[in-house]
């Protein structure tokens, strides 16, 4: 940690976080989704605002500098120190629950080394994940313990413990609200495995095994933390504020840097129809929008040729791509593993559609489908595509000199070991990965060459800086893709042995 602390950058996200923990500090409750002196105003939900009010108490005797709201942009030893500390310190929950996961793992897969047994495999390939790695310690949030609570909730799940993961879940939402992308899953999960109590014996829904007290604790459970979190605020009449903070969709389509998914496609597209219809005299230079040609990767981006895409298409779209998945988990029950998948799809079919999707949102499939990669070769195929695509997608994120080298020893140690790892765990199946899979995979290498050495070197730099990211986001966005549509195929497709209906 010492050695990545020294030799970092800060990103955007130290001076959010700071000025978050000054609000929370200084501010009466009324006035922390108003204030708005920086630009970072206070975006996520009230239980993770609570937590900002939790540090600033012990942020003061580390330096109260920090916690003064005027102070944009400050920084000190001690700032960062306790900053990185607190991220680190935080990540105790999810190694707790890591180590529930584990227990959750099927045992079947016997193993003579420790090494070569799938929970610890799992565990390696969670803790040492590469993408929260760079995400919270080197560019800077707190995913950490986030996800330790969806993993706990899954785990909950799997254990049969239906409510405290339905608790865990709800809590989770309240303190960052991009979990509500996998909402449908456990939603449709707790009301089939919980709700209803029992399944005919062709595995069929039972519905006299309806349970209203089973709703009931569940709609209790939603209630009451939800009247924790936001009740404050409607009181205060400020429920409206809250959401529009929450939900900005002003923002624009696409993020700064175009996650990996079909928008960056999209716009992609519509740049090179744009490019085309210059070069052949069909567009009129005056009517294109500056942004579209020469902003690059901006956060408001008026399409040229194609249609430009508003909220509710993307809410469609998203909608659409996630009802296979529920469907499955409802006609074809599998327990959790079809949880696990349909958690997975979800996920991705949010992250391909959704509005302003960050990049770093795609570890929200990744860590889930960690559980399955090591039960079946199946998935352990899917999951390399998805980690390898899906993290090198993230290596914008660091972009100064010193950070190059860094970046690449650790995505190719956590590379490496998932291969050799997973391979000599399904050694005695087929292949991992196709050779056409393989090709793509290996094409990042030369892809990150052009983009770190060669482009920087041509007089492209100048008048089209935008170009890496770009060809970054693209290339990346057709393995995540083929990632979530052999995934889609995998579960469509899958036959669940069915037992003989009793007489």
């Known amino acids: 940690c010492d050695l990545i602390q020294t030799f970092c950058s800060y990103s955007t996200d130290f001076e959010v976080h700071r000025n978050w923990l000054a609000i929370t500090h200084h501010l009466p409750l009324s006035q922390w989704y108003y204030e708005a002196t920086s630009e970072w105003t206070l975006d996520y939900p009230p239980f993770f605002a609570w937590f900002e009010y939790g540090l600033s108490h012990i942020a003061k005797y580390f330096d109260p500098k920090m916690l003064v709201i005027e102070n944009l942009n400050y920084t000190s030893h001690a700032t960062i120190f306790f900053q990185r500390f607190s991220v680190i310190f935080t990540d105790i929950l999810f190694i707790y629950a890591v180590r529930e996961c584990c227990r959750c793992v099927n045992g079947k897969r016997a193993a003579k080394d420790i090494l070569e047994k799938p929970t610890f495999i ?87 095994s309806f349970s209203v007290l089973h709703v009931t604790l569940l709609g209790l459970i939603v209630c009451l933390v939800s009247a924790l979190s936001l009740g404050p605020f409607i009181v205060l009449g400020q429920l409206p504020q809250v959401i529009s903070r929450l939900f900005p969709f002003k923002r624009g389509l696409c993020h700064a840097y175009w996650a990996p ?101 795609i570890l929200l499939a990744i860590l889930p489908l960690s559980l399955l990669s090591v039960q079946r070769v199946k998935d352990a195929g899917i999951y390399l595509i998805l980690t390898t695509t899906g993290h090198f997608s993230l290596f914008p994120l660091l972009f100064t000199p010193p950070e190059l080298p860094l970046k690449i020893l650790l995505m190719l140690l956590f590379t490496i070991y998932s291969f050799s790892s997973l391979k000599s765990l399904f050694r005695r199946e087929r292949p991992l990965l196709s050779w056409l899979e ?34 970054t986001s693209v290339y990346c966005a057709l393995g995540i893709t083929y990632a979530w549509l052999k995934l889609y195929i995998s579960v469509l497709t899958e036959r669940i042995p069915v037992r003989p209906k009793a007489e």
């Not at 995400?135 to 330790?148: A, E």
């Not at 508003?310 to 998945?325: M, R």
């Not at 800086?465 to 060809?471: A, K, W």
């Open 122 to 208: 799992l565990s390696v390939l969670l803790l040492w994940n590469f993408g929260l790695l760079i995400v919270d310690h080197i560019h800077f949030q707190y995913n950490g313990f986030l996800f330790g609570l969806m993993l706990l909730s899954v785990a909950r799940l799997c254990q049969k413990r239906y409510l405290e993961g339905a608790l865990l879940f709800a809590v989770l939402l309240h303190f960052k609200h991009i979990y509500i992308y996998v909402a449908p899953a456990y939603g449709i999960y707790l009301l089939r495995s919980y709700c209803f109590t029992a399944n005919n014996a062709d595995g069929s829904l039972k519905w006299r």
């Open 261 to 361: 998914n079909f928008w960056a496609m999209y716009n992609a597209v519509d740049k090179a129809l744009t490019i085309f219809g210059l070069k052949c005299n069909l567009l009129d230079p005056t009517k294109i929008p500056k942004a579209s040609m020469t902003g690059g990767l901006v956060q408001e981006f008026q399409h040229t040729v194609l249609p430009s895409v508003t909220p509710l298409a993307t809410l469609i779209c998203t909608f659409i791509s996630i009802l296979p998945s529920v469907f499955c988990l409802w006609f074809k029950p599998q327990g959790p593993r079809g949880f696990l998948q349909c958690l997975v799809l979800c996920a991705l079919s949010s992250f391909m559609f959704g509005w302003h999707v960050h990049e770093k949102a």
């Open 438 to 471: 393989t090709i793509y995979l290996v094409q990042l290498v030369p892809l990150e060459i052009f983009c770190e050495i060669l482009f920087p070197l041509t007089p492209w730099k100048r008048h089209f800086p935008f170009v890496p990211l770009l060809l």
